[in-house]
């Protein structure tokens, strides 16, 4: 997910009186990257990774 897409859902959902501080999320090579934690860093989003096959945490 590039950060601006990331920016705009998470003021959609403060629009919604929605917030979010964890994200739980697989390994794939988006999520590991640099820029992608610096946005979710950014906006107080901690990332938690998902275990091998185990998509539930």
């Not at 959609?12 to 964890?22: D, E, I, N, P, W």
């Not at 946005?39 to 901690?46: C, P, T």
Request: proline share 5%; glycine share 8%.
């Amino acid at each position: 997910m590039k950060p601006a897409l990331l920016h705009n859902a998470m003021a959609c959902r403060a629009g919604l009186g929605m917030s979010v501080k964890r994200l739980l999320v697989d390994n794939g090579a988006a999520f590991p990257s640099k820029a992608i934690a610096a946005a979710y860093k950014a906006l107080g989003v901690q990332l938690k990774f998902a275990r091998s096959n185990q998509p539930q945490g």
